[in-house]
Protein backbone atom coordinates (compact mmCIF):
# COMPACT_ATOMS: atom_id res chain seq x y z
CA UNK A 1 0.00 0.00 0.00
CA UNK A 2 3.26 1.86 0.12
CA UNK A 3 3.30 5.10 2.82
CA UNK A 4 0.85 6.71 4.50
CA UNK A 5 1.39 10.22 2.64
CA UNK A 6 1.58 8.27 -0.95
CA UNK A 7 -2.01 6.42 -0.40
CA UNK A 8 -4.03 8.71 -2.35
CA UNK A 9 -2.64 10.81 -5.23
CA UNK A 10 -4.59 13.78 -6.98
CA UNK A 11 -4.51 12.58 -10.31
CA UNK A 12 -6.19 13.89 -13.96
CA UNK A 13 -8.20 11.60 -15.81
CA UNK A 14 -7.20 10.72 -19.49
CA UNK A 15 -9.11 11.87 -21.95
CA UNK A 16 -10.08 8.23 -22.80
CA UNK A 17 -11.30 8.18 -18.99
CA UNK A 18 -13.84 11.14 -19.32
CA UNK A 19 -14.98 9.96 -22.75
CA UNK A 20 -15.32 6.33 -21.00
CA UNK A 21 -16.89 7.37 -17.87
CA UNK A 22 -20.49 8.46 -19.47
CA UNK A 23 -22.66 6.53 -16.93
CA UNK A 24 -20.96 8.62 -14.00
CA UNK A 25 -22.64 11.70 -15.69
CA UNK A 26 -20.27 14.93 -16.17
CA UNK A 27 -16.89 14.61 -14.48
CA UNK A 28 -16.26 18.29 -14.70
CA UNK A 29 -15.52 19.58 -11.62
CA UNK A 30 -14.84 16.29 -10.09
CA UNK A 31 -11.61 14.91 -8.10
CA UNK A 32 -10.00 12.41 -8.99
CA UNK A 33 -7.41 9.80 -6.91
CA UNK A 34 -5.34 7.08 -7.64
CA UNK A 35 -5.48 4.61 -4.95
CA UNK A 36 -3.37 1.21 -5.30
CA UNK A 37 -3.61 2.21 -8.94
CA UNK A 38 -6.99 2.26 -9.36
CA UNK A 39 -8.31 6.05 -10.72
CA UNK A 40 -11.18 6.93 -7.78
CA UNK A 41 -13.95 9.11 -8.94
CA UNK A 42 -15.26 11.51 -6.38
CA UNK A 43 -18.09 14.34 -7.43
CA UNK A 44 -20.39 15.79 -4.70
CA UNK A 45 -20.43 15.36 -0.89
CA UNK A 46 -24.17 12.49 -1.65
CA UNK A 47 -22.20 10.25 -3.96
CA UNK A 48 -20.85 7.17 -3.10
CA UNK A 49 -17.14 6.63 -3.78
CA UNK A 50 -15.32 3.43 -4.19
CA UNK A 51 -12.43 1.99 -2.83
CA UNK A 52 -11.39 -1.71 -4.11
CA UNK A 53 -15.35 -2.81 -4.42
CA UNK A 54 -16.11 -0.96 -0.93
CA UNK A 55 -18.44 1.79 -1.29
CA UNK A 56 -17.99 5.11 0.74
CA UNK A 57 -20.48 7.71 0.85
CA UNK A 58 -18.24 10.66 0.82
CA UNK A 59 -14.39 11.31 -0.21
CA UNK A 60 -13.68 12.42 3.31
CA UNK A 61 -15.48 8.28 4.27
CA UNK A 62 -13.14 6.85 1.76
CA UNK A 63 -9.43 8.47 3.06
CA UNK A 64 -10.51 7.61 6.57
CA UNK A 65 -10.36 4.15 5.73
CA UNK A 66 -7.62 3.93 3.69
CA UNK A 67 -5.66 5.54 6.89
CA UNK A 68 -7.34 3.44 9.54
CA UNK A 69 -6.30 0.86 6.71
CA UNK A 70 -2.75 2.23 7.38
CA UNK A 71 -2.95 2.27 11.05
CA UNK A 72 -3.83 -1.08 11.70
CA UNK A 73 -1.00 -2.69 8.89
CA UNK A 74 0.98 -0.19 11.64
CA UNK A 75 -0.25 -2.37 14.38
CA UNK A 76 -2.12 1.39 16.29
CA UNK A 77 -5.41 -0.27 15.68
CA UNK A 78 -6.83 -3.53 15.66
CA UNK A 79 -10.22 -5.11 14.58
CA UNK A 80 -11.02 -2.45 11.77
CA UNK A 81 -14.52 -2.59 10.80
CA UNK A 82 -17.14 -0.64 9.03
CA UNK A 83 -20.61 -0.18 8.89
CA UNK A 84 -21.54 -1.56 12.56
CA UNK A 85 -24.76 -1.53 13.73
CA UNK A 86 -25.66 -0.36 17.51
CA UNK A 87 -29.31 -0.73 18.50
CA UNK A 88 -30.82 2.21 20.01
CA UNK A 89 -33.42 0.89 22.64
CA UNK A 90 -35.71 2.52 25.32
CA UNK A 91 -37.99 1.22 27.70
CA UNK A 92 -41.69 0.65 27.37
CA UNK A 93 -44.06 1.29 30.29
CA UNK A 94 -44.08 -2.60 31.04
CA UNK A 95 -40.44 -1.98 31.33
CA UNK A 96 -39.31 -4.41 28.28
CA UNK A 97 -36.56 -3.01 26.61
CA UNK A 98 -37.24 -2.44 22.55
CA UNK A 99 -34.90 -1.54 19.99
CA UNK A 100 -36.61 2.19 18.48
CA UNK A 101 -33.90 2.72 16.09
CA UNK A 102 -30.67 2.18 14.75
CA UNK A 103 -27.27 4.06 14.66
CA UNK A 104 -24.81 2.91 11.81
CA UNK A 105 -20.60 4.04 12.98
CA UNK A 106 -18.73 4.57 10.21
CA UNK A 107 -15.87 2.69 11.15
CA UNK A 108 -14.85 0.46 14.97
CA UNK A 109 -11.59 -0.63 15.80
CA UNK A 110 -9.54 -0.92 18.90
CA UNK A 111 -6.72 1.05 20.07
CA UNK A 112 -4.40 0.79 22.92
CA UNK A 113 -4.34 3.10 25.84
CA UNK A 114 -2.10 2.62 28.65
CA UNK A 115 -2.14 -0.98 28.89
CA UNK A 116 -5.97 -1.43 27.85
CA UNK A 117 -7.97 -2.14 24.63
CA UNK A 118 -10.47 0.73 23.89
CA UNK A 119 -13.29 0.28 21.66
CA UNK A 120 -13.17 3.49 19.59
CA UNK A 121 -16.42 4.39 17.49
CA UNK A 122 -15.70 7.31 14.71
CA UNK A 123 -18.64 9.17 12.22
CA UNK A 124 -17.21 10.73 9.45
CA UNK A 125 -18.81 14.03 9.16
CA UNK A 126 -18.70 16.78 6.27
CA UNK A 127 -17.26 19.70 7.50
CA UNK A 128 -18.79 23.64 6.67
CA UNK A 129 -21.56 25.36 7.33
CA UNK A 130 -24.91 25.46 5.32
CA UNK A 131 -27.41 28.54 5.57
CA UNK A 132 -31.16 27.04 7.59
CA UNK A 133 -33.18 29.60 8.45
CA UNK A 134 -31.40 32.58 7.06
CA UNK A 135 -28.28 31.50 9.58
CA UNK A 136 -25.65 30.18 8.82
CA UNK A 137 -25.32 26.20 11.28
CA UNK A 138 -23.07 23.70 11.23
CA UNK A 139 -23.46 20.72 9.28
CA UNK A 140 -24.78 18.43 11.08
CA UNK A 141 -28.13 16.38 10.58
CA UNK A 142 -31.10 16.71 13.70
CA UNK A 143 -31.59 13.07 13.38
CA UNK A 144 -27.78 11.92 13.38
CA UNK A 145 -27.56 14.67 16.63
CA UNK A 146 -30.40 12.92 18.45
CA UNK A 147 -28.67 9.31 17.77
CA UNK A 148 -25.36 10.94 18.51
CA UNK A 149 -26.69 11.94 22.43
CA UNK A 150 -28.84 8.29 22.97
CA UNK A 151 -25.53 6.04 21.68
CA UNK A 152 -23.31 7.92 24.29
CA UNK A 153 -26.52 7.84 27.56
CA UNK A 154 -27.50 3.62 26.65
CA UNK A 155 -23.35 2.80 25.91
CA UNK A 156 -21.16 5.07 27.62
CA UNK A 157 -18.96 6.25 24.84
CA UNK A 158 -18.44 9.06 22.78
CA UNK A 159 -18.71 8.81 18.60
CA UNK A 160 -15.95 10.64 17.26
CA UNK A 161 -16.69 12.75 14.40
CA UNK A 162 -13.74 12.80 12.13
Known amino acids: MGEPGDVLTPARPTATEANKSKDRGSLRGAKWFIVDGQTIYTKKLA ?3 GIKGILFRSGKEAKRWVSLLV ?7 QNLRRQVRF ?3 AKR ?3 LM ?6 VADFCYQEQVGSDLVD ?3 DTKPSGFMKRGGKMV ?4 EVYALKKRWFATQYGKEIRET
Open 138 to 141: PFRE
Open 120 to 122: AVE
Open 93 to 95: PDG
Open 47 to 49: DEH
Open 71 to 77: EQEAGRI
Open 87 to 89: PLQ
Open 98 to 103: ETVAHY
